[in-house]
């Protein structure tokens, strides 16, 4: 029904910086909350930030400052800027979207395959 395409992940250096990008496509009629969790190794998923369809912004205490969410409503497609890059952000980054489904018009939650990535020297 709706598919979530993220792509941008990669190996970085600590400090560095990398773009995620998040594609939703398929049967939508209206794409509401987007976000971005993430998931390390033994841990369990957690939310980083998450944005509205008013652009409305929300993050963990962990990557603010550091990490912007952004989207192009045109393009149903979300954002994920990361900045100052840590260690300890290494993982699998997910994308997650609540849609209005066109062929039932009902509210669903759809999520992305993960992209990884690994801060590390």
């Known amino acids: 029904q709706v598919q979530l395409v993220e792509s941008g992940g990669g190996l970085v250096q600590p400090g560095g910086s990398l773009r995620l990008s998040c594609a939703a496509s398929g049967s939508i009629a209206r794409l509401n909350a987007m976000g971005w969790y993430r998931q390390a190794p033994g841990n369990q998923r957690e939310l980083v930030a998450a944005i509205t369809s008013g652009g409305t912004t929300n993050y963990s205490d962990s990557v603010k400052g550091r990490f912007t969410i952004s989207r192009d409503n045109a393009k149903n497609t979300v954002y994920l800027q990361m900045n100052s890059l840590k260690p300890e952000d290494t993982a699998v980054y997910y994308c997650?979207?609540?849609?209005?489904?066109?062929?039932?018009?009902?509210?669903?939650?759809?999520w992305g395959q993960g992209t990884l990535v690994t801060v590390s020297s």
């Open positions: 997650n979207a609540a849609v209005l489904v066109s062929m039932s018009y009902r509210h669903r939650e759809f």
